[in-house]
């Protein structure tokens, strides 16, 4: 039971990494693309690899670092003006074959040896050579620090009913904040007070509560992969939803849903469709770009781990949660990473050897993947928090 | 993901304890240990045998390994700083010699410079290359030549696949990106039924390109023909078709693992016709895709059940109004492409890659994509075209200077171009897209 719980914990790990809110991000952009607008953009590893090196090329050359965001998110634009304007006024398709092909090539042109000096061909950029102005930002100083402090060591000697407690109490709560998160977006979920966006807030703080109660985790303050690069991660994780929430609420994004309904009907209420798409496809791969740099704060830039199946995962975690639902990303990615590393990990510990070897159960983890793609999309195309009428379109 | 998840399992499989395959790779602890990992050779053709030699920065010997047959080599140290790796040039097969490093990672003695950090894994790259590498030596236009029958040989196994790939999207409007699977699915069946259980070549090729069509034949009956009476949209379709490719990659791995395979063990004469060298089966292979292209064309353009799939090709609808069975045409598409495919990844893995990897189809996915595109999204000679367009183009633009891998990335970006300014492809007829 130790060791299941053990497992789950570093599932929950894996779910807070800055890693996954750096992927978060990007999906978050892959939502605006394809969940919004129904844009077919299957190149956002490539403008997450373009923000991750643009930014850490500027840093080592000696740039500053909020120039070198800058300079990272400049890129993404400049890469989605060159896609969008041969393809967006074709059919849907062409998009989705010219962006995965300029990802690829972006890979390869990343990974060449005589670029070694400025890209680190294809041994990548190591961290340590770029994340120290954002390490030296930090303002939570030195020391280890532990989430939460009070947690269920300090109940009865950590007892497993304490333990097996607080996990119930968080499965519950996610279960209800998904419910009313849902209900929001339908109008018909239950009718839990009069205001559910408080429930909702509230929920999701008790969750996250019961969660690093039952699981504390413990990090350097400030070290690469410390609470640092996790706060700062979801932090701009927060920011680039509560953008979205506003584009989306605001006129522009009812234009851009009628983009993604019908196409025709918009251009002939004279709006100019092109460049809707257009700055829908600018915005979302700002925000690949933005999340390929948190991707790449804590570990290094090498292009093969941003390849074409990042993409694929970005999907399948858009759909997982939910796409065109405004916290569909995070919670489908967070899923997503927690539940493959749970996959992989009990397979590993509970599955002798001789039916499935520790590699075997990394690469099971994967098959299940793939085979969850296909069975969300088929069964349930609008995830855990979408909203199937808004999921009938087609390109 | 990265090394940060993969350090996360093998963190957590070591403290479990028990034997697994990756026991002896040495993982390293924050503060207390540095790696130097890394593969003789590359993934896709690792080097067994090398003795790979660690020398501190004065050039004393540290430790030394001899790879076995993944290539794989991993040193720990417990103290940072500059450290020189070597490989024994005896101990490499004859023919090859490992690739000079980047001026700043060169050592003295065809050493190679490694930085070796705490809690951290440095990966120097020793790759191998030919001994008679060299650009002198062969003519600019003998090159040229070389070139361009291996394009026309990569183009022709590629039309083997991409045409299924165009008349799948041709019938159904189905961009079916698990159609590269089926390309790896035709060598991995080459590799267990020739290799492992030793059948006869051209009976294996055979077997393999039947076995192929029943899978084409039963995915359709399974997946995709439900699927269309769901009246599942053509988007949602191409994203369960990269689910089903997620999962037949790593099926593969699964099954077979993470290295090379080849399908024969044994080597193939060599025949030199004028400036061009190849084996002997590639001029082979070269003609049966001839002759199977042919094959098709003429079924297409001559016979009932060709006029018919053209008919679907062009409209569905009006194609069932007037007697076609859409389905069973359909059917029919689906089989012939996944045995086209399966022939094609045999012959690829045979006389191109030498050997098969899970992810060789993963490779060559894109090509068949822009050979599809090029040549006009849905036409069967225009994937044809376009397979043998995209096959120069990627052979000929290593000779003519594009360095490397760029050969693939030169290809995608002509493909790019073209879609600029004629977007229907060669020979698409030019209606409107969008």
Redesign the interface.
């Known amino acids: 039971m130790d060791q299941f719980l053990n497992i789950l914990g570093s599932g929950l790990e894996e779910a807070f990494a800055p890693a996954t809110a750096g992927l978060v991000i990007a999906v978050i952009g892959l939502n605006l693309h394809f969940g919004f607008t129904g844009l077919l953009n299957f190149g956002q590893a490539g403008f997450m690899l373009l923000g991750a090196y643009g930014f850490a090329i500027s840093i080592i050359e000696g740039l500053p670092m909020l120039l070198a965001v800058l300079v990272g998110l400049g890129l993404a634009i400049v890469f989605a003006l060159i896609l969008g304007a041969p393809t967006l006024k074709l059919r849907g398709d062409y998009l989705a074959i010219v962006t995965i092909s300029a990802a690829e090539i972006l890979r390869y042109v990343g990974r060449l040896n005589q670029l070694e000096d400025f890209t680190g061909g294809s041994q990548g950029l190591f961290g340590k050579d770029y994340n120290k102005p954002f390490v030296d930002a930090s303002f939570l100083g030195d020391g280890r620090f532990t989430l939460s402090p009070f947690n269920y060591r300090d109940i009865a000697d950590g007892a497993l009913w304490v333990r097996l407690l607080g996990l119930a109490v968080a499965i519950a709560l996610i279960v209800l904040v998904v419910r009313v998160g849902r209900g929001i977006k339908t109008g018909n979920g239950p009718a839990l007070a009069g205001r559910p966006r408080l429930t909702l807030v509230l929920g999701i703080l008790a969750s996250l509560v019961a969660l690093f109660f039952t699981f504390p985790v413990t990090y350097d303050a400030t070290g690469i992969d410390g609470w640092w690069a996790r706060l700062v991660g979801w932090t701009l994780v927060a920011i680039a939803l509560l953008v979205t929430w506003l584009l989306v609420r605001s006129p522009w994004g009812r234009v851009l849903k009628g983009v993604r309904e019908d196409e025709d009907a918009m251009r002939s209420l004279g709006k100019n469709v092109f460049l809707l798409k257009m700055q829908a496809l600018v915005l979302g791969g700002m925000l690949g770009a933005l999340g390929g740099m948190v991707y790449v704060i804590s570990s290094s830039v090498q292009a093969d781990s941003l390849g074409r199946s990042v993409t694929f995962f970005a999907y399948t975690a858009l759909l997982l949660g939910g796409a065109a639902a405004i916290f569909g990303p995070v919670l489908g990615t967070c899923i997503f990473f927690a539940g493959r590393l749970l996959i992989r990990e009990l397979s590993a510990a509970y599955l002798p050897d001789s039916i499935m070897s520790d590699q075997q159960s990394q690469q099971f983890s994967f098959i299940v993947v793939g085979i969850a793609l296909m069975l969300l999309v088929i069964f349930r195309p609008q995830g855990i928090l979408g909203d199937k009428r808004e999921l009938r379109f087609n390109v | 993901?990265?090394?940060?998840?993969l350090l996360?399992?093998l963190g957590?499989?070591t403290v479990?304890g028990?034997?697994?395959?990756?026991a002896s790779l040495c993982l390293a602890q924050a503060d207390a240990t540095g790696c130097v990992n890394g593969t003789v050779g590359n993934r896709a053709a690792p080097v067994e045998g090398a003795v790979v030699t660690l020398l501190d920065e004065a050039g004393t010997e540290i430790e030394s390994q001899t790879t076995e047959a993944d290539g794989k080599f991993s040193f720990t140290l417990d103290t940072a700083g500059s450290y020189l790796i070597k490989v024994d040039p005896a101990s490499l097969p004859k023919d090859l010699e490992i690739r000079p490093p980047?001026a700043?990672f060169q050592g003295p003695d065809g050493a190679i410079k490694v930085e070796v950090?705490l809690g951290?894994s440095a990966?120097p790259?020793l790759e191998v290359r030919s001994v008679d590498y060299s650009d002198a030596g062969t003519s600019f236009a003998d090159k040229i030549a070389q070139s361009v029958v291996q394009g026309l040989r990569l183009g022709l196994l590629l039309a083997l696949a991409s045409i299924g790939l165009s008349l799948i999207y041709g019938t159904t409007g189905l961009?079916n990106f698990a159609h590269a699977e089926q390309v790896t699915l035709g060598g991995m069946l080459g590799y267990g039924l020739c290799n492992v259980a030793g059948l006869n070549m051209w009976l294996g090729i055979v077997l393999v390109t039947l076995i192929c069509a029943a899978t084409g034949f039963a995915q359709d009956l399974v997946i995709w023909q439900p699927?269309r009476r769901?009246g599942?949209?053509?988007?949602?379709l191409?994203?369960?078709t990269?689910?089903?490719?997620?999962?037949?990659?790593?099926?593969f791995?699964?099954v077979v693992g993470n290295s090379q395979k080849k399908v024969v063990v044994e080597t193939f004469d060599v025949v030199t016709i004028g400036p061009v060298t190849l084996t002997k089966l590639s001029y082979v292979a070269m003609g049966i895709s001839l002759i199977v292209i042919g094959a098709v064309g003429y079924v297409l353009l001559r016979t009932r059940i060709g006029q018919a799939t053209r008919a679907v090709s062009d409209n569905p609808a009006l194609a069932a109004a007037s007697g076609i069975d859409v389905d069973k045409i359909i059917r029919l598409v689906w089989t012939v492409a996944a045995g086209l495919a399966g022939l094609g990844g045999i012959l690829y893995a045979l006389v191109v890659s030498n050997g098969i990897r899970w992810d060789t189809g993963?490779q060559i996915l894109?090509l068949l994509?822009?050979a599809v595109?090029l040549g006009g999204?849905g036409t069967a000679f225009g994937a044809f075209v376009g397979s043998l367009v995209i096959g120069l183009i990627v052979e000929l633009a290593g000779p003519l200077g594009a360095?490397?891998?760029?050969k693939?990335?030169v290809a995608?970006?002509i493909?790019?171009l073209l879609?600029?300014v004629r977007?229907q492809g060669l020979l698409g007829r030019a209606t409107r897209?969008?």
Do not use: E
């Open positions: 993901m990265g090394v940060f998840p996360a399992l957590v499989v479990q028990p034997a697994h395959a990756v980047a700043a950090v951290k990966v790259a961009s699927l769901r599942l949209g053509l988007t949602q191409m994203i369960v990269i689910g089903l490719s997620l999962a037949l990659q790593y099926t791995q699964y993963m894109l994509f822009a595109t999204l360095p490397g891998d760029l693939y990335a995608l970006g493909l790019i879609l600029l977007p897209v969008g």
